[in-house]
């Protein structure tokens, strides 16, 4: 029987093959599906043409990318800064640079830089393939760049190229960085590298960096100076000795020792030399030509805050940022309103410069004036003082941070109180009108506990039982050290970071009530602006535009989110009026002629040792810090105490910073403005003051007795709203010229004779 036949047998009995069995039998030789596509030799066979069309890619990017003609100092353009009202400021784009043969310079100098940045550098072909692939991954998405490159890629970005964070730059780096180190030895290479890498202060080269940071030729640089001008190409802004933060030194002196390690290890120094070396601190720095006055601060600050706005869109790091902002063509018009301008400066001589005579007391030559005055319904820096002079004083006294901003702080404390709903240790709600013990010296104490912490008050006097309010007036360390804790510290600190103050590294413990954490004019203007501003964040800005080459950075609105209740923010304010009214402020700015009615917030403070004194206070249009800081006139310019100080005893807040702000703020008013307040708590709501008329007496700097409204002697209420209206006159109209003399005359203590450096666990003699 044929197959045909046994086939039709088998289905005339009803025996059919399964069907289901034949198709199984193909899949078991077939795939199927999405497996279909995807096959071990498909996918190797994709990713060798991957692989060989990225090969003929690079070939073909090999052969039509040229060395292009180097010249990077005719690629720099001057920068053109801007008044607000597109005046000139300055030009800058002199370009500090001078070119060495590498013979003179000393060979060791030149292996610090081969530690610094690329070990493997004579034994490479110009490329870190890794690095280049990694940065070229961050670029495409959008992290900026992480990792090294080759001092030959460094070179050709320096040279050739640009700073741009582009793919097509990283590419075109890739590839010249080859074929340079193919035609040109490594010695021309390193050459190139040392003379055109940017060093910070404007120096473009090692000899415009020796010069700059050791007044020296780079033929005479040591080992440990040349280390550090290697360790400074990382971050050059960030590690100049002369304006680097603690944290920055402590970076910057890792990056040196690590650069002469690398030697050590690498044979190109002997141990035991290395051992005896010490970290040469660089000499002081000096301003650059056509930044005389105030314009180089001005300047500083707005290169400072466009490199900023660079990081944030790019990516990169600061020492990218500062080589893309550096003499590259910018017009940057800056909000400093020039009148303005012009009126602080005038200020500052008239108040305080005018009455120092470093002849006749050796202290006034320390006293160094800061001050950012704010348009807190913008956030637009409409006026900066950054110091006697750029030439004369390198380091904006604006921005610097070191210097204890001292009871300015209080009015955080405060804040934290309302915003947090916070309560007294006998469970009382904190407010204005909430009574405290005002004791000097008095024990702080969390939960029944002492903490170890008694602050002094100002001359160690004690005030009893006395209101939040009037603590504030009088400045009253006790109060505010007890609050602190009554809030807790933690959330303390954590107010102060919404609101601006940079609080990274800060210990959140009790002494930081009394301000000895560091602060800028800077961050306090942008503080008491947030207040003035009803609780929305301002971040202080300088920068009005910049663009270059149909390139326009966009600026953030300085006015940012809610960070605390307009509640708080408005009842800080209304407390704030009285520290002018009838506190420490009152002579300098309350009985100033020009104030024509104008409501005024502010508060005074002076920090340990009288080592700075500050007045930040504001108007519903303006908010100004002003702050005096004792440096040493001589290096290396310690912090030094300013008693006697332009003939007086002591350098308060509510002496000369208070005078400045009074004949700048009052001198600029275009019109009388009130606070617009949403609170029933404070002065401006319960005034602490009734206005009399009696010009023939004098003025009272520190009243004996208690104000208008009296503290009560037991626990006060949550709030205290006057079920009428008040009986004394709002502090919003004329106030007299002069007020009664007190009953005894100020105390007048003797300044110590030892310096007690700042130590936030021991707050020593703070006084406001």
């Given at each position: 029987m044929g197959r045909a036949e046994d086939r039709r047998a088998r289905q005339r009995g009803g025996r059919r093959a399964a069907p289901g069995r034949r198709r199984s039998s193909r899949a078991a030789g077939r795939p199927s599906g999405i497996r279909r596509f995807f096959t071990w030799k498909k996918i190797l066979g994709t990713f060798l043409g991957l692989c060989l069309l990225g090969i003929g890619a690079f070939i073909v990017l090999y052969m039509v990318v040229d060395v292009p003609q180097g010249n990077p100092a005719a690629q720099r353009q001057s920068n053109i800064y801007k008044f607000s009202d597109g005046t000139m400021l300055a030009r800058d784009g002199k370009v500090n640079r001078e070119i060495v043969d590498l013979a003179e310079i000393p060979e060791p100098v030149q292996k610090t830089f081969v530690a610094a940045e690329n070990k493997s550098f004579y034994q490479d072909s110009g490329i870190d393939l890794k690095g280049t692939a990694r940065g070229l991954l961050n670029t495409v998405t959008g992290k900026g760049k992480q990792g090294g490159s080759t001092i030959t890629q460094q070179y050709v970005k320096n040279y050739y190229l640009s700073q741009e964070q582009t793919v097509s730059r990283k590419l075109k780096e890739l590839v010249i960085s080859l074929k340079v180190d193919r035609k040109m030895s490594k010695d021309d290479?390193?050459?190139?590298?040392?003379?055109?890498?940017?060093?910070?202060?404007?120096?473009?080269?090692?000899?415009?960096?020796?010069?700059?940071?050791?007044?020296?030729?780079?033929?005479?640089?040591?080992?440990?100076?040349?280390?550090?001008?290697?360790?400074?190409?990382?971050?050059?802004?960030?590690?100049?000795?002369?304006?680097?933060?603690?944290?920055?030194?402590?970076?910057?002196?890792?990056?040196?020792?690590?650069?002469?390690?690398?030697?050590?290890?690498?044979?190109?120094?002997?141990?035991s030399e290395r051992a005896s070396m010490e970290f040469p601190v660089p000499k002081e720095p000096k301003g650059a030509p056509g930044r005389e006055g105030q314009k180089g601060y001005l300047i500083d600050l707005a290169d400072r805050q466009l490199?900023?706005?660079?990081?944030?869109?790019?990516?990169?790091?600061?020492?990218?940022?500062?080589?893309?902002?550096?003499?590259?063509?910018?017009?940057?018009?800056?909000?400093?309103?020039?009148?303005?301008?012009?009126?602080?400066?005038?200020?500052?001589?008239?108040?305080?410069?005018?009455?120092?005579?470093?002849?006749?007391?050796?202290?006034?030559?320390?006293?160094?004036?800061?001050?950012?005055?704010?348009?807190?319904?913008?956030?637009?820096?409409?006026?900066?003082?950054?110091?006697?002079?750029?030439?004369?004083?390198?380091?904006?006294?604006?921005?610097?941070?070191?210097?204890?901003?001292?009871?300015?702080?209080?009015?955080?404390?405060?804040?934290?109180?309302?915003?947090?709903?916070?309560?007294?240790?006998?469970?009382?709600?904190?407010?204005?009108?909430?009574?405290?013990?005002?004791?000097?010296?008095?024990?702080?104490?969390?939960?029944g506990r002492k903490v170890g912490f008694a602050p002094p008050n100002e001359d160690e006097e004690d005030y009893g039982d006395i209101t939040v309010q009037t603590a504030m007036n009088k400045s009253v360390n006790s109060v505010f050290a007890q609050m602190g804790v009554d809030v807790g510290m933690d959330t303390v600190m954590d107010t102060a970071q919404r609101l601006g103050m940079d609080t990274e590294g800060m210990q959140a413990v009790p002494a930081q009530t009394l301000g000895s954490m560091g602060a800028s004019p800077l961050e306090m203007a942008g503080i008491y602006a947030t207040f003035a501003n009803h609780g929305e964040k301002v971040t202080p800005t300088i920068i009005k535009s910049a663009s270059k080459k149909g390139r326009t950075v966009q600026i953030p609105d300085p006015i940012g989110e809610q960070v605390i209740s307009r509640n708080t923010a408005d009842a800080v304010t209304s407390v704030l009026t009285g520290v002018v009214d009838d506190g420490t402020a009152q002579q300098s700015v309350r009985d100033n002629p020009m104030r024509d009615g104008q409501q005024v917030a502010g508060k005074t403070g002076t920090s340990d040792n009288n080592k700075s004194a500050w007045f930040t206070g504001y108007t519903p249009r303006l908010v100004t810090s002003v702050g005096l800081f004792g440096e040493d006139d001589k290096p290396p310019h310690r912090q030094v105490p300013m008693y006697e100080a332009g003939g007086?005893?002591?350098?308060?807040?509510?002496?000369?910073?208070?005078?400045?702000?009074?004949?700048?703020?009052?001198?600029?008013?275009d019109k009388v403005t009130e606070f617009d307040l949403e609170t029933d708590q404070g002065a401006a709501v319960e005034p602490t003051w009734t206005p009399t008329v009696t010009p023939s007496q004098k003025p009272s700097e520190t009243p004996s007795e208690e104000p208008t409204t009296q503290a009560p002697t037991t626990k006060a209420p949550t709030t205290r709203p006057p079920t009428t209206a008040p009986t004394t006159e709002e502090?919003?109209?004329?106030?007299?010229?002069?007020?009664?003399?007190?009953?005894?005359?100020?105390?007048?203590?003797?300044?110590?004779?030892?310096?007690t450096p700042p130590d936030p666990a021991d707050p020593g003699n703070l006084d406001e």
């Open positions: 290479i390193l050459a190139g590298y040392i003379n055109t890498s940017y060093y910070g202060r404007g120096a473009y080269g090692i000899q415009a960096a020796a010069q700059a940071y050791y007044r020296v030729d780079a033929e005479e640089l040591s080992v440990e100076q040349g280390a550090y001008l290697a360790a400074l190409l990382q971050a050059p802004s960030q590690y100049d000795w002369a304006a680097a933060s603690d944290t920055s030194k402590k970076l910057v002196t890792n990056r040196w020792n690590y650069v002469l390690d690398n030697m050590v290890e690498e044979h190109w120094l002997d141990a490199q900023d706005r660079l990081m944030a869109e790019e990516g990169i790091s600061r020492s990218e940022a500062a080589a893309q902002v550096d003499q590259q063509g910018w017009t940057i018009t800056l909000n400093i309103d020039p009148k303005k301008q012009a009126a602080l400066e005038k200020a500052v001589k008239t108040e305080l410069l005018g009455k120092l005579d470093p002849k006749e007391r050796e202290v006034d030559a320390d006293v160094q004036p800061g001050a950012v005055s704010v348009d807190p319904r913008t956030g637009k820096i409409v006026a900066l003082y950054g110091g006697r002079d750029y030439f004369k004083h390198y380091f904006s006294n604006a921005t610097r941070r070191e210097y204890q901003p001292a009871s300015t702080f209080k009015p955080v404390i405060l804040a934290a109180a309302l915003e947090e709903g916070s309560e007294t240790q006998d469970g009382e709600p904190i407010t204005a009108s909430t009574v405290y013990d005002g004791d000097s010296r008095r024990p702080v104490v969390d939960d007086e005893d002591r350098v308060n807040g509510g002496g000369f910073p208070a005078q400045i702000w009074a004949a700048y703020t009052f001198g600029v008013m502090p919003t109209t004329q106030p007299p010229t002069t007020t009664a003399p007190p009953t005894t005359a100020p105390p007048t203590t003797a300044p110590p004779t030892t310096e």
